[in-house]
């Protein structure tokens, strides 16, 4: 079975709870959404740039009872582009950034997917395999990845849970998941659209694949 990888940690690795907690889950792209994306790719610290307000709307969504998931696409581990290592310290550089805007701007979970796209991997966006072990993780019950289409009918997610992304893919991961997918601006980032997200009657974007 395909797993994500997670930053920092085994993927089973426990995963503090938080008492009061809804189920509502903040599934949040990196690139284009965190921290400026690039068409090559960001391939190293110096090239991480966040988004303004990035740190802000992350710490509204925590404050709106949101945990927050990056779920992010990392072909380049794979194709050898850059290392498992090296990608550990661009994901820091994300979470230290958004902690240094504001300081409530805490990130449950990052996982990533290293597989390409001719993987077919269900743990690449647009499968719904990152997302899937995020609840799980965050729920602490046992990992399972199925693209089963029986799994919306009986694991959907639970609470106000969204997906934001800048593309296709993410939007695609929203639907097999089950949940609201809100397109960002990539020029923008999330900050851009968090008065939608904190819009608990606000039902997303079309989810086509």
Known sequence: MDL????????????????????????LDRDGVLNVGREDYVKNVDEVVLLDGAGHAVAALREAGYRIVVVTNQSPVNRGMFSHEELAEMNQEVLDGLLRENSNAHVDLVLYSPYAPWDHSPVRKPGPGMLQVGRQLLSSIPLEVTTDSSYLST?????????????DADMGAALQHGVRGFRVDARVGIAGIIERLLDDNDEGDALEI
């Open 155 to 167: 694991k959907i997610d639970e609470g106000r849970s969204f997906m934001a992304g800048d593309r």
């Open 4 to 27: 994500p990888r997670r930053h920092l940690a085994d993927i089973d690795a426990p995963v503090d709870s938080l008492e009061g907690w809804d189920g509502s889950i903040a599934y």
